[in-house]
């Protein structure tokens, strides 16, 4: 089988699949950390070298205020959760996205998380936390005048290194972009890195999401055929 490089995961149905039970939207973000680390134990096994997942986009800022809150806690207590278990399988932890409005604490944790887990040899778990697509792209453009700003004239730019200006500066574009809950759209995520991404969609809901789905999903990236524009 052919093992994508680099996995994304669209984690969605969270709020859905809480209604589902009769309980708050945060009952189904704490049952999805479940399905994070059970993707995250899968792609380590099999040899992922890169998981990407969207826990927080830019847009989630306007959810309510509990919900923000309670997901802000929940991302600090499973790095605290988590960390023995990340340092023990070789996995670095990063996280990606405009962290200007993430709290001082919060942003301490993911710094002293990424400090001690930067030497891993294994994969590398990106959370991509406050993080939107538009956003990243806007913010390589500010980079890349501010550059030719301070050299006095424009600066060559061609498409790597364009990529170079991007959050995920270094890291290969997703192969394959799971998307769960039904919804099959890209909701402002990686839009530039996602140019040739092969895309599957599945109906189960995050929290649900075990890996015999994950399995299913290379499975059927292993069916594909990529052809980057040209013609076989
Ligand atoms: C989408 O479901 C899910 C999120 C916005 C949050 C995902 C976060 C986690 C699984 C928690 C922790 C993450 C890490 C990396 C430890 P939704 O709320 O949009 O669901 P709905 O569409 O059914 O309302």
């Known amino acids: 089988m052919n093992i994508p490089q680099h996995i994304s995961i669209i984690m969605d149905g ?13 009952f189904g973000h704490n049952a999805g950390v479940e399905a994070v ?10 040899g992922v070298r890169y998981l990407s997942l969207f826990a927080f986009s830019e847009e989630n800022w306007d959810r309510p205020a509990d919900e923000v809150k309670g997901l802000m806690e929940l991302l600090f207590k499973s790095m605290l959760n988590e960390r023995e278990t990340l340092l023990k399988n070789q996995v670095r932890f990063r996280v990606i996205g405009n962290t200007e409005h993430l709290s001082e604490s919060l942003l ?35 980079r890349y005048a501010a550059d030719c700003l301070a050299a006095g004239k424009p600066l060559p730019l061609d498409e790597p ?3 170079g200006y991007l959050a995920t500066a270094g890291i290969p574009d997703p192969d394959l972009l799971i998307r769960t ?17 092969e895309f599957y969609y599945t109906p189960v809901l995050w929290p649900d999401f075990r890996k015999t789905d994950l399995e299913a999903a290379i499975q059927s990236y292993n069916c594909r055929e990529r052809r980057y524009g040209k013609v076989e």
Do not use: P
Request: with cysteine; hydrophobic share 35%.
């Open 14 to 26: 969270n709020g859905r699949w809480a209604r589902q039970q009769g309980k708050r939207r945060l």
């Open 37 to 46: 680390r059970d993707a995250t134990t899968y792609c380590a096994e099999i």
């Open 108 to 142: 301490a944790a993911i710094h002293k998380l990424e400090e001690e887990t930067a030497a891993g040899t294994g994969l590398t778990l990106l959370v991509m936390l406050s993080y939107s697509g538009k956003w990243d792209i806007l913010q390589a453009a500010r």
């Open 161 to 163: 290194g364009f990529s």
């Open 181 to 197: 809950s039904g919804e099959q759209r890209i909701s402002n995520y990686m839009l530039w890195q996602c140019a040739y991404t």
